[in-house]
């Protein structure tokens, strides 16, 4: 299929859009990350032991803000995006997750994967991700190693402190 210079361009911007998100995530960019959304964003994450389940720009930044805090260390990497054109204005998207999320506050480490599914629209000439949900591929979780030691720790600066954060509950369901 040959594509279009405006489709190439639609998907490259659909691309850094999806980067951004993570490495917004990962500094704790909040700014950054609410810019990425639209405003009746939903949000639907299904990990080993919990269910997430956003609708709205408000409950997204309030979700991830508090599930990115100061005494945790994450990484996320998308791979492979698999990206259609649905109309003039809308897309979606297929990602590999790799990610490592590290809590000081449970002394664990999580090592996973997840398969994303992502639906975007232009909205004012930008793109933006509308739906964003993902199920785990593997996920598995150990107390972390203390044989070495943490020497950058970006969160930890600009994460939200224990005296910051809200009560999320609402948006969680453990199982």
């Given at each position: 299929m040959a594509y279009t210079l405006q489709q190439l361009s639609d998907f490259e911007d659909i691309r850094t859009l999806k980067h951004r998100y993570f490495r917004g995530i990962d500094t704790a960019d909040w700014a950054l990350v609410r810019g990425l959304f639209t405003d009746d964003v939903t949000v639907e994450y299904r990990g080993g032991g919990y269910k997430v389940k956003?609708?709205?720009i408000e409950e997204t930044m309030l979700m991830l803000a508090?599930?990115?805090?100061?005494?945790?260390?994450a990484m996320?990497?998308?791979h492979m995006p698999e990206?259609?054109?649905?109309?003039?204005?809308?897309a979606e998207g297929i990602w590999y997750l790799e990610d490592v999320f590290i809590s000081l506050e449970r002394d664990d480490h999580t090592h996973g994967t997840a398969i994303y599914r992502d639906r975007y629209r232009r909205e004012d000439g930008q793109w933006k991700i509308a739906h964003t949900e993902y199920d785990r591929v593997m996920e598995v979780v150990y107390?972390?190693?203390?044989?070495?030691h943490i020497s950058v720790h970006l969160l930890a600066r600009k994460g939200l402190k224990p005296e910051e954060?809200?009560?999320?509950?609402h948006l969680l369901e453990w199982g």
């Open positions: 956003c609708n709205g508090n599930a990115f805090p100061s005494d945790a260390l996320h990497l998308g990206i259609t054109l649905t109309g003039d204005d809308t107390p972390r190693d203390k044989s070495g954060r809200s009560d999320i509950s």
